[in-house]
C-alpha cells in the first residue's frame, strides 16, 4: 500500500488504463500542454501524444458529443469537463443521447464513455463556479454516477468506469484533490460501481454521505466519539444506480439515520434516501431522518458567508445529537 | 425567397449502369409509396407519436447512400424513413418500428424518429435538432485515430444550422480534420419558419467559408447530382478534411402529421412538386433509352407488391414483450442487492 493524494490516484488509474487498453483517450479543455487545470494529466502528452491526449476548444457539448461518438465507433474516451458547472452546457448531449441510446436503439448502440468532472464549493469561486448538482445527473437512468471520497475509491471507481461498457459520469471533488491515502499498488484494483461501504463502524446512530461531505462526516464522528457517541458512516460512492442496502442494514442496528450531502437540500439525495428508508426500516427509525445539506441560495462569494452556507462539522453533530434526543 | 440555387450543368447518367440506375429509381419510388403508406397507418391510428415525411426529398437520400460506402457511417436526424431504406434496411422492419414491433429495427423502443442498425453503420435517427452533429463528428475522431478509411455523412436540415452544435462541430472537425461531410437537407423550412427568416445566410453552404472548409451546393431534386456531389464530397474528406453540403430541396407535406401549413402558398408547392425527383428522373431515363414507361411501370407494381408484404410484416409482428421495458437500460446493469 502506498499512501498518495486523491490526484495521484485518478492521475494513476488513467495512466494505468491507458497503458492497459490503447482505446483508451482522453479529451478535454487544457488537459494536454497546460497539464489540466487540476494537475490531473500532467505529463500525459508527452508520455502519450496528441492522439491520445486531445486539447479542445471551449466547446463542452462537443467535446461530451464528439466522445459518445468514438464510443460508439469502438473507442473509450475519457472526456473532461473543467468543472461539473460547465456539463450544463453538455446537458443534452449527456442526458438525451449518452443516456439514452444503449436504451432507443435495443442495445445495437454502445456508449462505453466516462466523463469526469468537479464539483463542490468552498474555494471562493462565486455562484456559478461552486455547485454541487450531482443529484441532478444522478436523475438520469442510463446513466451511472460515481462520486468518490477517498483516494483508494477515486483510483479503483475510475478503473472500473473505464473499464465499464455504460456512460459513467464521474465526479471529483475540488478541494479533495490534495487528500493523502492508502491506495493498493495492483494495477487492477478495483472498486465496483453501485456498492456503498461502510467507512466507519458504529452502534448508535448511522450517518449517510460521500465525495467531500464522506470526510467531514468522518471528522464528525471521531468528535461524536469523544462524547462516548458511536456514529456508523456509510460513503455511497455511487449515486446511481444507488445502494442502500447497506444503510437500511445500519438503521436496524441504530434505529438513527442522519444524511449528509453538499449539495441543496431540496430534491436532494437526502430526500431519495429517507424516502427509501422510511419504506424499508419505517419501524426501525425512533427519530425523524435528518438531513444536512447546503443553505438554499447560490454559494456568494464572501469566505464567512461561503462557508455558512455549506455543511460543517458543527452542523453533523447537531443533526446527530437531534435524532438522538440529547439538544 | 432569397434562396437561389448554384447554376451548374446536371450530370446525364453518371457513368452508371442500366440497373444501378433503375436501382435508384426504384428506390425513390419505394420511398415514395412508403412514407404515402405511412401516413395513412398514422391516421388510422396503427403509428404513433410523431411521423415526418420524406416526401419530396427522396432523391437526396437515395443519391447519397450510393455514394456511401458499407465501411462508412451514417447519421441523421429524425426525418429518417428514406434514409433507412436507401442505406439498405429492411423495409419492412423499418415498418415495423414505426408501428412500435417487436421486429422493428430498434425493436419498437425507437419509433419513427430513432431508427437504427449498427450493422449497416446506421447510428440513428436522431431527435434533438443538431444533436447527432456532435456524435457524428466524434465517429469521424475515432477513424482518424484508427487509422481506418471510414468516413460519415452526417445529414441535417437547415434549421440545425443555426444551433450551436453546428458551430461547435464544424469547428472542431476543421480544427481536426476529421472525414465527416455535413450534408445541409435545406429544405426551406424549420417546422413552419423558412430560411429566410431563421438564418442570416439563406445559401447555408456558405457557412463553410468562415471555417475555411470545403463546400457546395446541389439541386437536391437531382438524385445523380446528389450522388456525384456527396461521390466527391466524401473523396475529399478522407483525404483531407470536413465538407459541407447543401442539398436544395422541397418537402410536399407537412413538417410532421397534423401540421396546418399556414406558413405557405399552394403555389409555392405546386411549383416545387413540378420538379418531382422521381417523375424527373423517369423522363431522363426514358429519353436516355435507359428504360421505357413500361419497365418503369414494372417497378412501380413490384414496389406495390413488396409494399403490401411490408405492410402485412408490420402488422402481424408482435409487440415487444414486457421485459423489453427494462432491457438495455445499461450493458452491465447492475441490480439491486
Not at chain 1, 462524547?227 to 442494514?249: F, Y
Not at chain 2, 423489453?324 to 447492475?334: D, F, K, S
Request: overall charge negative; some cysteine.
Amino acid at each position: 500500500m502506498a499512501v498518495i493524494t486523491v490526484r495521484e490516484a485518478i492521475s494513476q488509474a488513467l495512466r494505468e488504463e491507458m497503458h492497459r487498453d490503447e482505446r483508451v483517450f482522453i479529451i478535454g479543455e487544457e488537459i494536454g500542454r497546460w497539464g489540466g487545470t487540476y494537475a490531473v494529466t500532467r505529463g500525459f502528452l508527452d508520455e502519450f501524444g496528441e492522439t491520445r491526449v486531445r486539447d479542445t476548444p471551449i466547446a463542452e457539448s462537443v467535446i461530451v458529443g464528439a466522445a459518445i461518438g468514438a464510443a460508439i465507433a469502438g473507442l473509450r474516451p475519457v472526456a473532461e469537463i473543467m468543472t461539473i458547472n460547465f456539463a450544463f452546457l453538455a446537458m443534452d448531449q449527456i442526458v438525451n443521447h449518452a443516456a439514452k441510446l444503449h436504451y432507443m436503439f435495443n442495445g445495437q448502440i454502445r456508449c462505453p464513455l466516462v466523463i469526469r468532472t468537479v464539483g463542490g464549493g468552498g474555494r471562493q469561486l462565486g455562484a456559478t463556479h461552486s455547485q454541487t448538482p450531482d443529484v441532478v445527473f444522478a436523475h438520469f437512468p442510463g446513466l451511472k454516477v460515481v462520486a468518490p471520497g477517498t483516494p483508494a475509491d477515486a483510483k479503483g471507481l475510475l478503473k472500473t468506469a473505464i473499464r465499464d461498457e455504460d456512460p459513467v459520469f464521474f465526479i471529483e471533488h475540488a478541494t479533495l484533490y490534495q487528500m493523502r491515502g492508502e491506495v493498493p499498488d495492483d494495477d487492477d484494483f478495483l472498486v465496483p460501481i453501485g456498492v456503498s461501504d461502510i467507512k466507519r463502524q458504529g452502534k448508535d446512530v448511522t450517518i449517510v454521505s460521500y465525495s467531500k461531505m464522506l470526510q467531514v462526516s468522518l471528522e464528525a464522528a471521531s468528535k461524536l466519539a469523544e462524547e462516548g457517541i458511536d456514529a456508523e458512516v456509510i460513503d455511497l460512492r455511487t449515486l446511481r444506480p444507488l445502494d442502500t442496502r447497506p444503510i437500511v442494514e445500519s438503521v436496524r442496528k441504530t434505529n438513527r439515520l442522519v444524511v449528509v450531502e453538499e449539495g441543496w437540500r431540496g430534491y436532494g439525495i437526502g430526500a431519495e434516501i429517507a424516502s427509501q428508508v422510511s419504506e424499508k426500516a419505517f419501524d426501525q427509525l425512533d427519530a425523524p431522518i435528518r438531513r444536512v445539506a447546503q443553505a438554499e441560495v447560490p454559494l456568494p462569494y464572501n469566505r464567512r458567508l461561503e462557508q455558512m452556507a455549506l455543511p460543517q462539522v458543527a452542523d453533523i453533530i447537531h443533526a446527530v445529537k437531534d435524532v438522538m434526543y440529547i439538544n | 425567397m432569397a434562396l437561389e440555387l448554384l447554376k451548374r450543368e446536371a450530370p446525364t447518367l453518371s457513368g452508371l449502369s442500366p440497373e444501378e440506375l433503375l436501382e435508384l429509381y426504384r428506390q425513390m419510388y419505394l420511398i415514395r409509396r412508403f412514407e404515402e403508406k405511412s401516413a395513412e397507418l398514422y391516421t388510422a391510428g396503427l403509428i404513433g407519436g410523431f411521423l415526418h415525411l420524406y416526401i419530396g426529398e427522396e432523391a437526396i437520400a437515395v443519391g447519397a447512400c450510393k455514394a456511401l460506402q458499407a465501411r462508412d457511417h451514417l447519421f441523421t436526424a429524425y426525418r429518417d424513413h428514406g434514409w433507412a431504406i436507401a442505406r439498405g434496411l429492411d423495409p419492412k422492419a423499418t415498418m415495423a418500428e414505426l408501428l412500435g414491433k417487436a421486429t422493428g429495427v430498434s425493436g419498437g423502443k425507437g419509433g419513427s424518429m430513432h431508427l437504427a442498425s449498427a450493422a449497416h453503420h446506421y447510428w440513428g435517427g436522431h431527435a434533438i435538432v443538431g444533436g447527432h452533429l456532435p456524435m457524428a463528428t466524434g465517429v469521424g475522431l475515432a477513424s482518424r485515430y484508427k487509422g481506418v478509411d471510414e468516413a460519415v455523412l452526417c445529414v441535417l436540415g437547415e434549421g440545425s444550422t443555426n444551433i450551436g452544435y453546428f458551430h461547435e462541430s464544424i469547428n472542431l472537425a476543421a480544427v481536426w480534420k476529421l472525414p465527416v461531410v455535413y450534408l445541409v437537407e435545406n429544405n426551406q423550412y424549420g417546422m413552419g419558419t423558412s430560411v429566410d427568416r431563421a438564418s442570416a445566410v439563406s445559401n447555408v453552404f456558405q457557412r463553410g467559408c468562415a471555417y475555411e472548409i470545403a463546400n457546395d451546393q446541389v439541386n437536391g431534386q437531382d438524385v445523380l447530382e446528389v450522388y456525384e456531389a456527396v461521390k466527391e464530397a466524401l473523396e475529399h474528406v478522407r483525404r483531407e478534411g470536413p465538407y459541407l453540403l447543401e442539398a436544395v430541396t422541397y418537402r410536399y407535406v407537412g413538417h410532421s402529421m397534423g401540421d396546418p401549413e399556414r406558413y405557405r402558398q399552394k403555389a409555392e408547392i405546386e411549383e416545387w412538386r413540378a420538379r418531382d425527383p422521381i417523375q424527373n428522373f423517369a423522363q431522363k431515363l426514358q429519353a436516355h433509352g435507359v428504360a421505357d414507361a413500361a419497365q418503369l411501370e414494372q417497378i412501380h407494381q413490384a414496389c406495390e407488391a413488396e409494399l403490401v408484404e411490408i405492410v402485412r410484416f408490420a402488422e402481424e409482428s408482435p409487440e415487444p414483450p414486457d421485459e423489453a421495458l427494462w432491457e438495455h437500460v445499461y450493458v452491465n446493469p447492475i441490480e439491486p442487492q
